[in-house]
């Protein structure tokens, strides 16, 4: 029988973007309780934020990361929940969770209710296996192991950075989609959690994410969305997609699957489409950027791997828009405020020798 | 006192459990042959009313007799089916064909199949005449794994190839469309020496793949049965099969919610709009309950482990990611990939036991390098069979553990093989891939050159057969 799951109630911190309230913390209180709490309260920092009695908390508005960053608080968007990072970016803790406050706990075929922190912290603590496939999904899961065919060279796994978890009920469609089939619900509890393989890319939601701080945490920039933007809804999918390809450069692994959470709201697709438009066009070109992105052997760290994305796209990336001009110095502004705020010995260190 | 049975109705209640051995009902008297009619009829009355028929045969009328008293039997297995029916039809008895037809009863022509409509929306219909079952029987009595498997392969063509090292004669039980193939056959058409040594074991089902005609082959070890579902549900593994090659796979880029073309999915936000539209999907990969596909050594260290696990998902191995294809439960697009599935790794000490051969790792390998090179998909996942127990791990790991040391050396190689743009077609692919296996494993161990070389004896045998066959 397995052990049961560390809390890691003093690893771990829990970032919330909100606008509105916190009243869903209610429903994840017996989960969520023993943890500290990172509110990052987007738009208008005069509204107050009430926080629900009971938890442990710090919460910063805009004018709390202005004050904080400086000049610097230009990387940190605006009216988007995109903020968030800024969250990864002030937290001392080992490890992020981060969820969205419309989802709410989730219930397994058998009734029981989904502890997701916990499912995120038995994937963040048991190796991945990016390198070759398992047929039957995570080995390490209570009653599977590694198949017939897989080397025992590869059964040791590397680290996991990222738990990307899934949503039942309103799926994260972008919003063509969501126009075309308004009243699709998920309703498919798939009981199993993956690696996502070497040098495949996936589009990362951030509902309900949760990493290694140590391991990746400079590489979850979330990007330059929302006010004052061309783009909106593409913070999680940026974040993504540079975090994959430093982790399939430092040999680290990312699991998506299980735990799911209740998404329970369906933000209107019109407002999605005016946010997303430009994005629908841009992935087509930045998938393929990201596909064909390589570091150099000596970028041996995440801000090295990130510093040298961020000339990539400013380089091949301008000329679908000069956005990503602006990005790529965002990208350089994140790196430095990390740095700032989490000196030497906090900064993302390579766990196991040399880049791949 | 309950009224003890009189010797009548013991032997009725025999009968019905023995119906479908017997061949002819005629010489029973009239009344027993009644009484033994009836009792079917109830049978099958009590199974259609508490929905108990795993056949998902079709109910065959309106009951208006006064049954109840036939229902106070033990149910057994006995079901009006079609054979059953004529038998009492042949018997030319008055009085039961005129209950045949005041119960109002049709011939069931073929099963209704338990499949669920949401495998058929997005797929397109295909012709069954389309699809082969290929076995491989390495066991002699198939009547078990074809009873179990009726109400799934009726409907479909079967080729069984028997295993050539295999002695006793195969058991096959009727009502199923097939062709049987025994060493005999295996050789008169390749000849003796390729058929020793490309056909024997679980590799004999090659054979079937060779010599099929059809654009899907199913392929499933004679020691598996269907699977049930979260639902309690029979699984069609072969329309899964089928659904999986008929809907497009999506090698280029993850999709979170796994196959975006089942029903109740879609592709998630953030996946390229370009990569929506899929490709062609030429392998699927099926899974297992009860005893997974493991190797020796895990299964010896965890003897009691089961997989009870049932994942509710399809989804596409992503390009240049390489797997462990098991040969257990697969299906493929003949016409697409067929002449890389291949019997080319052979162990010194292969046997009869998955657990002492490699040969579908290698086989399923060297298709995942032809796919992404031909720019198709293999997708993983459902459908799940359910494996029965056989054999000693720690027996079989005590014979050959040399299967496990040589994966080290194959993944590496299938990882970096590179094919060029001159492989248009998997014959191309393979012939390629052979002289990179001479060239690079060769040397490392004489398993490797002799796959090698079996890997171009096949795509010969492949195009000769494939010529004497065409019209």
New interface residues.
């Given amino acids: 029988m397995a052990a049961g799951t560390p809390l890691l109630k003093d690893e771990l911190d829990i970032v919330i973007p909100t606008i509105r309230n916190l009243d869903f913390l209610e429903m994840w209180r017996p989960f969520f309780q023993p943890y500290h709490l990172i509110i990052v309260q987007d738009g208008d920092p005069s509204k107050i934020i009430k926080v629900p009695e009971g938890f442990d908390y710090e919460l910063y508005n805009r004018n709390d990361i202005n004050k904080i960053l400086g000049p610097k608080a230009s990387c940190i968007s605006f009216k988007d929940s995109a903020c968030r990072c800024f969250g990864y970016m002030v937290s001392k803790k080992k490890y992020i969770f981060t969820i969205d406050d419309d989802c709410f706990v989730a219930k397994d075929p058998s009734g029981k209710d989904i502890n997701a922190l916990e499912q995120h912290i038995k994937n963040l603590l048991s190796p991945s296996t990016p390198y070759f496939f398992n047929t039957l999904y995570d080995p390490y899961a209570e009653g599977a192991d590694f198949v017939r065919g897989y080397p025992f060279s590869l059964r040791e796994g590397v680290p996991t950075a990222v738990s990307h978890g899934l949503w039942l009920n309103i799926p994260d469609y972008d919003a063509p989609t969501q126009l075309v089939k308004p009243s699709e619900r998920n309703t498919r509890y798939v009981n199993a959690v993956l690696t996502i393989p070497k040098g495949t890319l996936f589009p990362m939601c951030g509902m309900n994410l949760a990493f290694d701080r140590e391991l990746i945490g400079p590489a979850m920039y979330f990007g330059l969305m929302g006010d004052g933007q061309p783009i909106g809804r593409y913070d999680d999918m940026w974040a993504g997609w540079c975090t994959k390809v430093i982790c399939d450069h430092l040999g680290l692994g990312i699991k998506t699957g299980l735990p799911y959470i209740w998404h329970s709201k369906a933000s209107n697709p019109f407002v999605n489409l005016k946010k997303e438009y430009k994005g629908i066009f841009w992935q087509e070109e930045i998938i393929p950027f990201f596909q064909s992105a390589t570091l150099p052997k000596d970028c041996t760290t995440v801000q090295k791997c990130y510093i040298e994305l961020s000339k990539q796209v400013k380089e091949k990336l301008t000329n679908v828009d000069p956005y990503f001009t602006k990005l790529a110095d965002a990208m350089v502004t994140w790196i430095e405020a990390w740095d700032e705020l989490n000196p030497a010995k906090d900064s993302a260190k390579l766990p196991n020798g040399s880049a791949k | 006192m309950r009224t003890p049975p009189s010797l009548v109705s013991l032997a009725i209640d025999s009968a019905l459990a023995q119906l479908s051995n017997i061949s002819d009902l005629s010489f029973l008297p009239d009344h027993i042959l009644i009484d033994l009619f009836l009792s079917q009829w109830s049978i099958l009355k009590f199974e259609y009313l508490s929905g108990e028929n795993s056949a998902g045969e079709a109910p065959c009328g309106i009951f208006k007799l006064p049954v109840e008293g036939f229902l106070k039997r033990t149910l057994r297995a006995g079901k009006l089916t079609e054979k059953i029916l004529k038998l009492f039809i042949a018997t030319g008895k008055e009085e039961v064909l005129s209950h045949i037809e005041a119960l109002n009863i049709q011939l069931v022509l073929t099963p209704v199949l338990p499949t669920s409509k949401k495998n058929l929306s997005m797929s397109q219909i295909i012709d069954d005449n389309d699809v082969d079952i290929v076995i491989g029987a390495l066991h002699s009595d198939l009547t078990p794994f074809l009873d179990e498997w009726r109400p799934v392969f009726s409907r479909f063509h079967l080729i069984i190839v028997k295993d050539p090292d295999l002695k006793d004669e195969l058991k096959i039980p009727g009502g199923f469309n097939l062709h049987v193939y025994t060493k005999s056959d295996i050789d008169k058409a390749v000849g003796s020496a390729s058929s020793a040594s490309l056909f024997s074991g679980y590799s004999c089902r090659y054979f079937g793949y060779l010599i099929s005609q059809k654009k899907y082959v199913v392929s499933i070890d004679d020691d598996c049965v269907p699977a049930r579902d979260?639902n309690g549900g029979l699984i069609d593994a072969v329309a899964q099969h089928i659904s999986n090659l008929t809907t497009p796979a999506t090698p280029f880029?993850?999709?979170?919610?796994?196959d975006p073309f089942c029903k109740?999915?879609?592709?998630?936000?953030?996946?390229?709009?370009?990569?929506r539209n899929g490709v062609t999907c030429a392998l699927s990969?099926g899974?297992w309950l009860n005893l997974?596909?493991?190797?020796a050594p895990?299964q010896a260290l965890?003897p009691g482990?089961r997989?009870?696990?049932?994942?509710?998902?399809v989804l596409t191995?992503?390009?240049?990611?390489?797997?462990?294809?098991?040969g257990i439960n697969i299906g493929f697009n003949r016409e697409v990939v067929g002449p890389a599935l291949l019997p080319a790794l052979r162990l010194a000490k292969e046997g009869k036991f998955?657990?002492e051969t490699?040969e579908d790792?290698w086989s399923?390998m060297c298709v995942k390098v032809v796919c992404d090179h031909l720019g198709v998909g293999v997708k993983?996942g459902l459908p799940y069979v359910w494996r029965k127990e056989r054999g000693d791990a720690i027996e079989s790991l005590k014979k050959e553990w040399e299967g496990?040391k040589l994966?080290?050396d194959?993944?590496p190689f299938f990882?970096s093989v590179r094919l060029s743009q001159a492989a248009v077609t998997p014959e191309d692919c393979v012939i390629e891939m052979a002289a990179a296996v001479k060239e690079r494993l060769g040397p490392v161990h004489p398993v490797f050159a002799r796959a090698a070389e079996a890997m171009v004896e096949w795509v010969k045998l492949w195009k000769v057969v494939r010529t004497r066959l065409s019209p």
């Avoid at chain 2, 880029?253 to 796994?258: A, D």
């Fill in positions: 979260n880029f993850f999709n979170t919610l796994y109740g999915a879609d592709f998630v936000r953030g996946y390229p709009f370009s990569l990969c899974l997974a596909d493991y190797d895990t965890k482990q997989n009870s696990r049932y994942v509710d998902a191995v992503p390009a240049r990611t390489m797997l462990p294809v098991s998955r657990w490699v790792i399923g993983s496990v994966m080290e194959v993944v990882q």
